[in-house]
């Protein structure tokens, strides 16, 4: 896919190309549309009514739309610019020819509003190291901008340092210097430092899963397992499986293949699919997209690249990927930290991307808590088990990618309701997992002794946990120091399985105080043969057996007790364990979960996942050079040999957000927050 020109376009279904304009929009004043260039629709028949007449003499066919995204809030009609000019912009449409080779393009007038809205960074790019291009879809769909960085360029000034799918190069990770992405000095990355050939073996099979799209890289595919007959959806580029992967090559100086994932699944974001006609809310991001390469409609041999999103409506159990926009958050600030490339999360389309995403997670609901309500499997666990209403794991990233948008989001009149919400949120949701998610023995106790039905807003029980609750196996498995968050905290029920990605993020965010930090850590070392065994790391603790198992996960023959979700041992959670050891200074706990790993996932042909209390089998169902089991590796030994990349990768108590801190409490028995912060 490394042709000089193809078109890149998004698939979707024919019926949902569909274009609104915003109040401020005029489509008689659109000079793109009165002069006809190259601009197709497709409008589904709901849309017709509303548009079709306005637009249709200067309609031609389907598919693209230039320079139009809906506009649906004042926020964002303010954000996206109040100019009514248009402008004319740069459309680039450059078929790959199979047979002829070439491509055409043309200039085609987009509005300057439009413009504003997805890409600021126009005048601050030299003219002629990218090429702008400008191709996109309808209805809610934000322009397409794929800036396509020249063979002569590239963010380190290096060409070597570029990802390659066939050499292996790897630099020690010592890439603090930010200068190097951003090619203000162009000094040579320190290659060919010692790395072991099981590194070496990796780093050539992450490279071999790099996806191109229009020739360039855009991100990884799930697993390139050769064996596999039925890839499923294992061909596709997940976004939080990228993230791994984005993190090695960050960390190996190499920025492009992560700046194209951010910007391509930022276009992705407002695509409309929907479930039974019905359509997520606007700022979703998808699952998962697909780069398919497929025939150019009456154009013999020519084809094209088209980048096909999934938001759970081709998905197994047709799953929300609530997880995704807080992945591609905190996937942004990483980059920014890592390359010194803040010009990334400063524009404005980056920024609208971050306002959509916190819009949905903030918007008021029917929810009491300050938690994020959502359904079943809408994270990594991406099937029924169980986790439904406020998984820890949610509710972590959730926090994480607060704390990001905090430090990212340009403040101005139109941000600063948003930021004083996200203010009173982090506070709140500290306050609120800090408070009735830890669990250690004392806390298990004072359940154990809870009166029940309490009314009043004094309850010390306040969500009705029966004591019956506390499940057998904790009272063993619970150690006298240390402790976790729980799973799951809903009325009259809490989930006490040990849920290891949610402690991670955790610990990772500060989410958890400093004491909880290193309580989970200690939990963790004391029940290693449980937690690590002889595969890092179980995803979840105990697995849900005989009835439990028929009744929550339905009977599901994949997440059998020991096996996959249900308790199976995923190696990609070892880079999330490594960045929480450094961060709390035991990175020899990592060392030892790493090499554990190093011994058997090479000889195992990196495994998705492991199967049984031990971890001793490869998974039933496990796809083989699983993408984000070789790229959490390979992060986990950068991270160890560079540690100080790492406090780029966490964050610190957040003071100010405790101060601000705004629950009810706050009048009440005491001072919340602070005293949960430092008393825990
Ligand atoms: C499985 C996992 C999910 C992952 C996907 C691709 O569905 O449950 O977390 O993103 O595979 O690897």
């Known amino acids: ?210 996806v191109n799209y229009c020739g360039s890289p855009v991100g990884t595919v799930a697993a390139t397992d050769p064996a596999d007959k039925q890839p499923l959806n294992y061909d596709q580029v997940f976004i939080r499986d990228f993230v791994p992967s984005a993190l090695a090559f960050l960390l190996n100086g190499e920025g492009e293949i992560v700046k194209n994932f951010l910007l391509h699944t930022l276009q992705l974001q407002s695509w409309e699919k929907s479930v039974d006609c019905y359509s997520p809310g606007q700022g979703l991001m998808p699952a998962s997209f697909k780069v398919r390469n497929v025939p150019l409609d009456g154009r013999d041999g020519e084809f094209k690249d088209l980048l096909d999103p999934d938001f759970g409506e081709s998905a197994i159990g047709r799953v929300a990927p609530v997880d995704s926009g807080l992945w591609w958050i905190i996937l942004l600030r990483s980059y920014g930290k890592i390359t010194g490339d803040y010009s990334l999360q400063e524009r404005v389309d980056v920024q609208t991307g971050i306002r959509l995403i916190l819009n949905m997670c903030l918007t008021d609901g029917f929810d009491m808590f300050p938690t994020l309500l959502v359904t079943d499997g809408s994270c990594m666990i991406d099937r029924r088990m169980g986790i439904h209403g406020h998984p820890l794991e949610i509710q972590a990233l959730f926090y994480s990618a607060l704390r990001c948008s905090r430090e990212m989001l340009t403040v101005n009149d139109t941000t600063k309701n948003l930021v004083v919400a996200i203010n009173n949120r982090l506070s709140a949701l500290s306050f609120h997992v800090r408070e009735y998610y830890w669990v250690d023995l004392k806390k298990i106790n004072e359940i154990h002794r809870y009166k029940t039905e309490e009314y009043s807003s004094e309850a010390v029980n306040k969500f009705n946990i029966y004591p019956e609750q506390i499940p057998s196996w904790l009272v063993d498995w619970i150690p006298d120091s240390g402790g976790y968050l729980c799973g799951n905290l809903q009325p009259a029920h809490m989930d006490f399985r040990f849920f290891t990605l949610g402690n991670l993020w955790s610990v990772i965010s500060s989410l958890s105080t400093d004491k909880q930090s290193e309580g989970i850590l200690n939990l963790i070392e004391e029940k290693w043969d449980d937690l690590v065994a002889e595969m890092p790391l179980k995803i979840c603790y105990p697995a849900l057996e005989h009835d439990e198992w028929r009744i929550i996960t339905g009977g599901d023959p994949k997440n059998t007790p020991w096996s996959y979700h249900n308790g199976g041992s995923w190696p990609t959670l070892t880079w999330q364990f490594t960045l929480a050891c450094i961060k709390m200074g035991r990175p020899e706990l990592a060392r030892k979960a790493v090499a554990v790993a190093e011994q058997r996932l090479p000889g195992d042909s990196w495994p998705e996942y492991y199967d049984t209390k031990q971890g001793r089998f490869t998974g039933k169902q496990a796809r083989l050079q699983q993408t984000w089991t070789i790229a959490g590796y390979l992060t986990s030994k950068m991270l160890l040999r560079n540690p100080e990349m790492a406090s780029m990768l966490y964050w610190n108590e957040d003071y100010e957000v405790l101060e601000k801190c705004v629950c009810g409490l706050k009048n009440g028995r005491r001072n919340c927050s602070r005293l949960a912060a430092t008393s825990q």
């Open 1 to 210: 896919m490394n042709s000089g020109g193809c078109l890149g376009i998004s698939s979707r279904k024919p019926c949902s190309n569909i274009l609104i304009l915003g109040k401020k929009s005029s489509i008689f004043g659109s000079p793109l549309l009165q002069r006809g260039h190259s601009c197709e629709y497709n409008l589904s028949k709901s849309q017709l009514k509303l548009c079709y007449s306005s637009i249709k003499a200067n309609c031609s066919h389907n598919r693209k739309i230039l320079g139009f995204r809906r506009v649906i809030d004042s926020n964002r009609i303010v954000f996206g610019g109040s100019g009514s000019n248009w402008g004319q912009s740069k459309f680039f449409l450059a078929d790959r020819v199979k047979k002829n080779g070439g491509f055409g393009s043309v200039t085609a007038n987009v509005a300057s509003n439009i413009r504003n809205n997805s890409n600021s960074v126009g005048s601050r790019l030299p003219e002629n190291s990218f090429e702008n291009i400008y191709i996109q879809g309808g209805f809610s769909v934000k322009p397409l901008i794929i800036e396509r960085i020249e063979e002569s360029q590239d963010l380190f000034g290096k060409d070597e340092e570029k990802g390659k799918v066939d050499e292996v190069k790897v630099n020690d990770g010592t890439f603090g210097d930010t200068d190097r992405f951003s090619g203000a000095e162009a000094s040579e990355p320190t290659l060919g430092i010692h790395v072991s050939e099981v590194e070496k073996e990796a780093w050539e099979l992450l490279r071999g899963a790099i």
